[in-house]
């Protein structure tokens, strides 16, 4: 049985698509080490977006802990919430829908959010949707921060290519709509996002290391290590970043024995450097290769559309740029405050899932999946 929310009776049903542009939503997101609210109007145009990262609880273990992460963020999540909406400069009173983002992710981190949003539909009486935090992403590139609009729009982009890019996802994607989407190629083992914390963890910087790789990479010599660009089958448009990874332990550790032997890598600062950025030019080489292969599996696409925490970095973006000027492709980049983990991008993506339902949402028995993205 689904349980439904009851109707806002002052929230007056929406009669048209240019009664959807007056409309407020919160949107939610707690998949993993971020707590997250923001309120969009429209779909597209961010009031508010307040992100509380748990960096610093997870910092000494080098990673996420799923028990830490889901604590913080019900600790955290009413008093996020409250700052978004007052961020946004209304009240809860004058909301119209919650999305909240409730896959994959967390279990328990996911949970905290889909509780959240329900109590505030249900004191509201506002409909509440579930969004995908993966397709969210892919959207963050079509909102409008601040006072420039957006180079694309919801009604410009499609067909385009989509690459998500974070901490656990490196994807493809055939986008025929924000809501619609088929999945090219994936990584067979580990993310980008994770192969630049692996090997920040390896050169001893601080968690999350993605950034510090980025930041030290512009001082280094790319060309100084030939690290190996993973390619995998002709014409496969999936990724792989484990043997890069190994590669860079190897050249840190040493190889022992008598062939091809070699000595340790001393960490001077001027090592490390050229480690970050021959590393870097061949993650991001492997990215660009795979979005060369997917162009020319879908040439009518000439929009290209990204996101992901890894969309921050300064090499992919000068890339990304790069190929898309190229390639005659529109692109679609997130500004930098949407790359990362937000709620911006579940507002304004549960804002179009509902403008196609007719503004109702999901039951009250909406749950949230680890697994099973798009
Ligand atoms: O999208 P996101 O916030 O969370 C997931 O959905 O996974 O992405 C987080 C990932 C982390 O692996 C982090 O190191 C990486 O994005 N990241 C970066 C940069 N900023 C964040 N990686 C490389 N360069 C950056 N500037
Ligand atoms: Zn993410």
Not at 33 to 49: H, I, K, N, Q
Not at 147 to 164: K, M, Y
Not at 259 to 277: K, Q, S
């Given at each position: 049985?689904?349980?439904?929310?009851?109707?806002?009776?002052?929230?007056?049903?929406?009669?048209?698509?240019?009664?959807?542009?007056?409309?407020?939503?919160?949107?939610?997101?707690?998949?993993c080490d971020e707590t997250a609210?923001?309120?969009?109007?429209?779909?597209?145009?961010?009031?508010?977006?307040?992100v509380a990262s748990q960096h610093e609880l997870h910092a000494e273990y080098r990673g996420v802990v799923p028990?830490i992460a889901?604590?913080a963020?019900?600790?955290r999540?009413?008093?996020?919430?409250?700052?978004?909406?007052?961020?946004?400069?209304?009240?809860?009173?004058?909301?119209?829908?919650?999305?909240?983002?409730?896959?994959?992710?967390l279990?328990?981190?996911?949970?905290?959010?889909?509780?959240?949003?329900?109590?505030?539909?249900?004191?509201?009486?506002?409909?509440?949707?579930?969004?995908?935090?993966?397709?969210?992403?892919?959207?963050?590139?079509?909102?409008?921060?601040?006072?420039?609009?957006?180079?694309?729009?919801?009604?410009?982009?499609?067909?385009?290519?989509?690459?998500?890019v974070s901490g656990g996802?490196?994807?493809?994607?055939?986008?025929?709509?924000?809501?619609?989407?088929?999945?090219?190629?994936?990584?067979?083992?580990d993310a980008i996002g994770e192969a630049y914390d692996k090997v920040a963890a390896m050169l001893g910087l601080p968690f999350p290391g993605g950034p510090n790789v980025d930041t030290l990479a512009r001082t280094g010599?790319?060309?100084?290590?030939?690290?190996?660009?993973?390619?995998?089958?002709?014409?496969?448009?999936?990724?792989?970043f484990?043997?890069l990874k190994?590669?860079v332990l190897?050249t840190l550790k040493?190889?022992?024995?008598?062939?091809?032997?070699?000595?340790?890598l001393e960490l001077t600062p001027a090592n490390t450097a050229d480690i970050c950025a021959s590393f870097q030019?061949?993650a991001?080489?492997?990215?660009?290769?795979?979005?060369?292969?997917?162009?020319?599996?879908?040439?009518?696409?000439?929009?290209?559309?990204?996101?992901g925490g890894v969309t921050a970095n300064s090499h992919l973006?000068?890339?990304?740029?790069?190929?898309?000027?190229?390639?005659?492709?529109?692109?679609?980049?997130?500004?930098m405050a949407?790359c990362v983990d937000n709620?911006?991008?579940?507002?304004?993506?549960?804002?179009?899932?509902?403008?196609?339902?007719?503004?109702?949402?999901?039951?009250?028995?909406?749950?949230?999946?680890?697994?099973?993205?798009?």
């Amino acid at each position: 049985m689904t349980a439904t929310l009851p109707h806002n009776s002052a929230a007056p049903s929406p009669a048209s698509p240019s009664d959807f542009a007056n409309r407020l939503v919160l949107g939610i997101e707690t998949s993993c080490d971020e707590t997250a609210a923001a309120v969009t109007l429209g779909g597209t145009r961010v009031l508010s977006t307040v992100v509380a990262s748990q960096h610093e609880l997870h910092a000494e273990y080098r990673g996420v802990v799923p028990e830490i992460a889901s604590r913080a963020h019900a600790e955290r999540i009413v008093p996020i919430i409250t700052e978004a909406v007052r961020a946004a400069g209304i009240r809860l009173t004058d909301l119209h829908a919650v999305a909240v983002g409730n896959r994959p992710g967390l279990i328990g981190s996911l949970l905290v959010g889909v509780s959240a949003g329900k109590a505030v539909a249900l004191g509201m009486g506002v409909p509440l949707i579930g969004v995908d935090h993966v397709q969210a992403h892919l959207y963050a590139g079509l909102m409008q921060l601040g006072d420039a609009p957006p180079l694309l729009t919801a009604s410009t982009a499609f067909p385009a290519l989509g690459l998500v890019v974070s901490g656990g996802h490196t994807t493809v994607y055939r986008v025929s709509s924000p809501t619609a989407m088929s999945r090219l190629g994936w990584t067979i083992d580990d993310a980008i996002g994770e192969a630049y914390d692996k090997v920040a963890a390896m050169l001893g910087l601080p968690f999350p290391g993605g950034p510090n790789v980025d930041t030290l990479a512009r001082t280094g010599n790319a060309a100084r290590f030939n690290f190996p660009i993973s390619r995998l089958d002709k014409g496969s448009l999936n990724f792989s970043f484990s043997g890069l990874k190994t590669a860079v332990l190897y050249t840190l550790k040493g190889i022992p024995g008598e062939l091809e032997a070699r000595p340790p890598l001393e960490l001077t600062p001027a090592n490390t450097a050229d480690i970050c950025a021959s590393f870097q030019h061949a993650a991001v080489k492997a990215v660009i290769l795979k979005l060369e292969r997917a162009l020319e599996a879908s040439p009518d696409c000439r929009t290209l559309l990204t996101g992901g925490g890894v969309t921050a970095n300064s090499h992919l973006r000068a890339e990304l740029t790069a190929f898309a000027a190229r390639r005659k492709l529109a692109l679609s980049l997130p500004a930098m405050a949407l790359c990362v983990d937000n709620a911006a991008m579940i507002a304004g993506l549960g804002h179009h899932l509902l403008a196609q339902r007719s503004w109702s949402g999901d039951g009250l028995d909406l749950t949230a999946f680890p697994s099973g993205s798009v």
